[in-house]
């Protein structure tokens, strides 16, 4: 099976402004060179797969870059870094989709730069997919977002879907990605305008606007795993989203994860 890693990185201000924090308080170039080494770590442990990295600069500084070389330089797979042209967050999320769409893989993983990978999440990733489809016989298309969101467990907003047990952990049913996702390259063709939508058309909300105005992925994407695809989650996650406090997963330790899986190790797997 061959998977495309897809990655687009930026490490300047965050779209969603200067006044929130992260939960991992770090600079974004220091959060880019750590999630993106777990990324590598993660994805070393793959050999019957062909794995190959793209990885999109947003008009990353030159030491930003010089540190994605000195990751991807420890990487058993073959990685390429394109230079976007066009500056910005929407433009970016175009060209990953794009290339997801174009990708001749069997699988493609679209993956944004704050998602802090645990060494088997790539693996497990690909295994439980094809597992899933196998043994579930499985009517519609599949779709892997690799966290468990604890947003999606707000009480008034839970969606109600299946949870499937492959031999490593249990997948919950759900309706929402970020921008994160492992699928086939099928998706984004059958889906295009929505992918496109969502990335040229994505903003935070600003305060006073009309919420009917808002284009996010609930009103683009979450449609098609709504409808057309099933889309599941590990439990318990298999990466973390390095966002807000709102996406701090409770039942895993941020900071050991960090301390763990940021720093370029030998190639064999450790579950200390």
């Not at 990885?55 to 990685?79: A, G």
């Amino acid at each position: 099976m061959k998977l495309d890693i897809i990655i687009r990185i930026h490490d300047g201000q965050n779209i969603h402004g200067k006044g929130k924090s992260r939960y991992i308080d770090v600079s974004k170039k220091d959060l880019i060179t750590g999630c993106m080494t777990s990324l590598v770590n993660s994805a070393n442990f793959v050999e019957d797969h062909e794995l190959s990295f793209t990885i999109l600069n947003d008009h990353c500084t030159e030491h930003c870059i010089k540190k994605i070389h000195d990751v991807f330089s420890c990487s058993k797979h073959f990685y390429k870094i394109i230079d976007l042209k066009i500056p910005g967050f929407n433009h970016s999320a175009f060209k990953q989709f794009e290339y997801c769409k174009n990708s001749s893989a069997d699988l493609v993983y679209s993956v944004e730069d704050d998602y802090l990978h645990c060494t088997e999440a790539i693996i497990e990733m690909i295994s439980s997919f094809n597992f899933l489809k196998s043994q579930y016989n499985l009517k519609k298309e599949l779709c892997i977002f690799p966290f468990d969101n604890p947003e999606d467990y707000v009480p008034d907003q839970i969606y109600p879907g299946r949870v499937f047990r492959t031999p490593s952990r249990h997948w919950r049913e759900g309706i929402w990605t970020t921008f994160t996702m492992m699928t086939t390259p099928k998706i984004f063709q059958d889906n295009w305008e929505l992918f496109e939508r969502l990335a040229l058309k994505y903003k935070p909300l600003a305060l006073g606007e009309d919420p009917e105005t808002l284009v996010d992925e609930s009103n683009t994407i979450g449609k098609i795993w709504e409808n057309d695809v099933i889309r599941v989650n590990p439990i318990p996650s298999l990466a973390l989203h390095i966002q807000f406090e709102d996406q701090r997963d409770p039942f895993i330790n941020h900071l050991q994860w960090w301390n763990k899986y940021t720093k370029i190790q030998k190639f064999e797997i450790n579950y200390e």
